[in-house]
């Protein structure tokens, strides 16, 4: 079955350092987006990313965040400067077709684990 | 400010039991979705209810929307322990089907 895949599985980083955090979404989706979940807490959107631009991003998502599809199939998260209050576990998610209850199902990956030091 | 509340936060049922647990939310919204997360995993997909009056089940799992009332609820038939997981609504918010806000999610511990 089609899954969406994140590497690494565990980041470990300096305050301060940029990180990237990789995702390969299903491979006919269209529609990529990242969340972030802090241990023990509610899953927050961060982003929403269709035709190689982005759809809507919430207030967590300011300058020090961005996202690119690089190559077609991987879609990076990359956050220039992180800080403290950043470490959460990190979610890849893609939905599929334009229309209807396809384009709304999210299939999410295992996440990456973000720890700031 | 936009919020979705879940309530219970916690529940804790015997096997064989019913209970229904809700998501209420603060914004207009004719989108809403239903997730399980297992302790240490990701999400899992569970409902998409896209009208007023849509009415999902799977098993012994049951979702329903009511936008006039910003409410939807997720209930359980008969819980059983493999149920056990923490429980999320997410609301769309967005114009473009894109922006989604969860809510505080309900752990659920079925006792057998």
């Known amino acids: 079955e089609p899954e969406v895949t994140q590497t690494p599985s565990h980041q470990v980083t300096q305050m301060g350092q940029e990180v990237i955090l990789r995702c390969v979404p299903i491979?006919?989706?269209?529609?990529f987006y990242w969340y972030r979940q802090i241990l023990g807490q509610k899953v927050e959107f961060l982003v929403s990313?269709?035709?190689?631009?982005?759809?809507?991003k919430s207030e967590i998502f300011d300058d020090q965040f961005s996202v690119e599809r690089p190559d077609g199939s991987n879609f990076t998260l990359k956050i220039r400067s992180t800080k403290l209050e950043d470490s959460a576990m990190y979610f890849c998610?893609?939905?599929?077709?334009?229309?209807?209850?396809?384009?709304?199902?999210?299939?999410f990956g295992a996440g990456t684990r973000l720890s700031v030091l | 400010e936009l919020k979705v509340e879940q309530n219970p936060l916690f529940l804790s049922m015997q096997e064989g039991k019913n209970y229904t647990i809700y998501c209420n939310y603060s914004?207009?919204?004719?989108?809403l979705y239903w997730y399980r997360q297992d302790p240490g995993k990701s999400l899992e997909s569970l409902f998409v209810?896209?009208?007023?009056?849509a009415v999902k089940q799977e098993g012994r799992l049951m979702a329903s929307l009511d936008t006039k009332a910003r409410l939807s609820t997720l209930h359980i038939t008969a819980a059983v322990h493999d149920l056990s997981a923490t429980y999320f609504c997410?609301?769309?918010?967005?114009?473009?089907?894109?922006?989604?806000?969860f809510g505080t999610g309900t752990s659920l511990t079925v006792i057998p």
């Open positions: 209810l896209l009208s007023n009056g």
């Open positions: 914004t207009t919204s004719d989108r």
């Open positions: 990313f269709y035709n190689n631009e982005i759809s809507e």
């Open positions: 997410a609301v769309d918010t967005s114009n473009t089907g894109n922006q989604f806000y």
């Open positions: 491979s006919n989706h269209l529609y």
């Open positions: 998610a893609s939905s599929g077709s334009m229309f209807g209850v396809a384009k709304n199902i999210q299939y």
